[in-house]
């Protein structure tokens, strides 16, 4: 990585992940000279399979990475839910035309390598890259804001960007609150896909299966070559209040009873390593001072709306965006520099809400898929009665990413399964 210069940077960003990257890019990208911390020896990333929408891979677009990151990832003809209990399908999203509704693909790629695309962009970029910093506090400061280090340094700029993820030690300066437990875990399971094309998979498509308090996620990887298979589940464990949950005892009894597809994918996932699912309540404010949160510092969600990853290139981008805007009229006015007061003012008008809505509606949507009894048949009947080609649920998530606060809430994908009646003995 890149030795760190004795100039101080104009801005200083945590953390080394996709988020980190992302902004320390899409800020090097305005003029700016911007110094990045990770904690780890080496950068890289740990876990499978990300998809990214429309709204992100519209962002990659405008950066110059898209076309690179085709030939990294894979770009599905479709995304297909189903019944885990009986293998039925329920709706499906038709991800060609949603490309041409959105003007971008949907596509799923190793988060290792939608990861390394950003580190070699801020390469290119010039951004000062360094590791084993492990950042322990923030200070504002007179002229802008610090960070300290483990090791007993400290560096300045004239902003702090925490990306710092779930454990931010920066959000603890905004409030003070806690990881909330799901009790749900992940389980994951990439392989060459040689190992599964006699397991009734598709190899064009993401297909999810939703069944009672369990999911099972599938997809193909790095362009057909490798296949991600994702389990999650309710752990009893976690639920009776003890430590050690979601251990691999768990796993096969989670899906016991389910659907043939799930039953041949078990036996391929990881079992050395799972994750269990926390997120944070939403919080409305990111800024103190000239310190501001970015990704999972800020909104750590479920995985439900697969979002994470996004919000957080979403993040850098709109902060970007504002410094630009806010560099140009000072600028014009005959000044210089950048009014970090009205960009950070602006950012935090816009991405907080926004947030707020996709942790909540990813709640809300993981609840939907985990139902049971007469709530599943209710669920399916009106799943089964969406259009394929509806958007309605989908253009403010999809849509263009908003630089401005929305005049209107947009509308949350809420099903009233209440609502639902059943033919008699649909409910067994």
């Given at each position: 990585m890149t030795e760190t210069t004795t100039a101080?940077?104009?801005?200083?960003v945590v953390g080394g992940g996709i988020g980190g990257l992302s902004a320390a890019l899409a800020l090097s990208r305005k003029g700016l000279a911007v110094r990045l911390h990770e904690r780890a020896k080496e950068f890289g990333e740990v876990g499978a399979g990300l998809q990214i929408a429309s709204n992100c891979?519209?962002?990659?677009?405008?950066?110059?990475?898209?076309?690179?990151?085709?030939?990294?990832?894979?770009?599905?003809?479709?995304?297909?839910?189903?019944?885990?209990v009986d293998g039925s399908e329920l709706t499906r999203l038709d991800l060609l035309d949603l490309e041409r509704t959105y003007g971008y693909p949907y596509m799923v790629i190793h988060r290792s390598d939608l990861h390394g695309i950003f580190l070699r962009a801020c390469q290119r970029a010039g951004v000062d890259l360094l590791t084993d910093q492990q950042c322990v506090g923030y200070e504002n400061t007179p002229t802008g804001a610090k960070a300290f280090f483990a090791d007993g340094h400290e560096e300045a700029a004239?902003?702090?960007?925490?990306?710092?993820?779930?454990?931010?030690?920066?959000?603890?300066?905004?409030?003070?609150?806690?990881?909330?437990?799901?009790?749900?875990?992940?389980?994951?399971?990439?392989?060459?896909?040689?190992?599964?094309?006699?397991?009734?998979?598709?190899?064009?498509?993401?297909?999810?299966?939703?069944?009672?308090?369990?999911?099972?996620?599938?997809?193909?990887?790095?362009g057909g070559e490798m296949f991600n298979q994702v389990a999650v589940f309710q752990s009893p464990k976690a639920v009776a209040g003890e430590e050690d949950w979601g251990t691999p005892d768990e796993l096969d009894a989670a899906f016991e009873g389910m659907c043939e597809p799930i039953q041949l994918?078990?036996?391929?996932?990881?079992?050395?390593?799972?994750?269990?699912?926390?997120?944070r309540n939403p919080i409305l404010n990111w800024v103190n001072?000239?310190?501001?949160?970015?990704?999972d510092a800020a909104h750590p969600p479920?995985?439900?709306?697969?979002?994470?990853?996004?919000?957080?290139?979403?993040?850098?981008?709109?902060?970007?965006?504002?410094?630009?805007?806010?560099?140009?009229?000072?600028?014009?006015?005959?000044?210089?520099?950048?009014?970090w007061g009205s960009a950070l003012a602006a950012y935090n008008a816009v991405r907080p809400e926004h947030c707020r809505r996709v942790l909540s509606?990813?709640?809300?949507?993981?609840?939907?898929?985990?139902?049971?009894?007469?709530?599943?048949?209710?669920?399916?009947?009106?799943?089964r009665g969406r259009d394929t080609y509806d958007y309605t649920y989908t253009d403010w998530i999809y849509g263009p990413t908003a630089l401005t606060p929305d005049e209107e809430p947009p509308l949350y994908p809420i099903i009233p399964l209440d609502s639902v009646r059943l033919p008699e003995g649909a409910d067994a």
């Open positions: 101080r940077p104009d801005v200083i891979t519209r962002i990659l677009d405008y950066y110059g990475l898209l076309d690179e990151a085709k030939t990294l990832g894979v770009l599905p003809q479709a995304m297909v839910m189903k019944d885990a004239e902003v702090v960007i925490a990306a710092d993820g779930m454990h931010s030690v920066a959000r603890g300066m905004i409030v003070q609150d806690e990881p909330v437990n799901s009790s749900y875990v992940a389980y994951r399971g990439a392989v060459t896909i040689d190992k599964v094309l006699e397991n009734q998979v598709s190899t064009t498509d993401v297909v999810v299966y939703i069944g009672p308090r369990c999911h099972f996620v599938q997809y193909p990887l790095r994918g078990l036996p391929l996932m990881w079992r050395d390593r799972w994750w269990r699912m926390f997120d001072g000239r310190i501001a949160l970015l990704g479920l995985q439900y709306m697969a979002q994470g990853a996004i919000m957080a290139i979403e993040d850098g981008w709109v902060l970007a965006e504002h410094v630009g805007a806010q560099h140009a009229q000072r600028t014009a006015d005959g000044g210089t520099g950048v009014d509606t990813g709640r809300v949507w993981g609840e939907l898929w985990h139902v049971d009894g007469v709530k599943r048949h209710q669920r399916n009947v009106i799943l």
